[in-house]
Nanobody, 124 residues
Framework: QVQLVESGGGLVQAGGSLRLSCAASGRTFRRYTMGWFRQAPGKEREFVASISGSGSSTYLADSVKGRFTISRDNAKNTVYLQMNSLKPEDTAVYYC?????????????????WGQGTQVTDST
């Protein structure tokens, strides 16, 4: 069982930056593929980024490539999403997700553990 707690969301102007964090419980964090997803009002939850257990492999959605970076610190049981050059269309609730031994290209339904979400809103 893994519990996930996101933080770092807030109001940000277009072009600005935010760093989201997701802290995980448990002693086997490095086994877990971690993902970030987002859901805007009236839309389905969509993939943003994922990272392998070791951190050596990452995968980003085309819509965020060149702007967002995913990383993890296994010593701190934490995964990060650095978001730069934010756009109004990035406004959404951002969710952290985890599951053991998943490939980094995995669908929403394949993740069994989810955080409560953190809101990112364009304030422009």
């Amino acid at each position: 069982q893994v519990q996930l707690v996101e933080s770092g969301g807030g109001l940000v102007q277009a072009g600005g930056s935010l760093r989201l964090s997701c802290a995980a419980s448990g002693r086997t964090f490095r086994r877990y593929t971690m993902g970030w997803f987002r859901q805007a009002p009236g839309k389905e939850r969509e993939f943003v980024a994922s990272i392998s257990g070791s951190g050596s492999s990452t995968y980003l959605a085309d819509s965020v490539k060149g702007r967002f970076t995913i990383s993890r610190d296994n010593a701190k049981n934490t995964v990060y999403l650095q978001m730069n050059s934010l756009k109004p269309e990035d406004t959404a609730v951002y969710y952290c997700a985890a599951d053991a031994d998943l490939p980094i290209v995995a669908a929403v339904r394949e993740y069994n553990y989810w955080g409560q979400g953190t809101q990112v809103t364009d304030s422009t």
